[in-house]
């Protein structure tokens, strides 16, 4: 089986698109910042701030 190198991008799995909805949710809502996000879900603050910032750039 070949491992997929580092650099390469692999396809995020269920529980990453789980996380990734639900922290955009979040923000969308407008009720919660990204530390207190990134602690419900379990997340780093650097994880969540990246996850608004690709979807900010997929919206322009």
Same mark, same amino acid.
């Given at each position: 089986?070949? @491992?997929?190198?580092?650099? +390469? @991008? *692999?396809?995020? *799995?269920?529980?990453?698109? =789980?996380?990734? +909805?639900? %922290? &955009? #949710?979040?923000?969308?809502?407008?009720?919660?910042? *990204?530390? !207190? =996000?990134?602690?419900?879900?379990? &997340? !780093? +603050? +650097? #994880? /969540?701030?990246?996850? /608004?910032? @690709? %979807?900010?750039?997929?919206? /322009?």
């Amino acid at each position: 089986m070949m @491992r997929a190198r580092a650099n +390469e @991008r *692999t396809a995020p *799995t269920l529980h990453d698109q =789980i996380n990734q +909805e639900q %922290a &955009l #949710e979040l923000w969308h809502a407008g009720r919660d910042c *990204t530390r !207190s =996000i990134a602690a419900r879900l379990g &997340l !780093s +603050e +650097e #994880e /969540v701030c990246a996850i /608004v910032e @690709r %979807a900010e750039r997929r919206r /322009v």
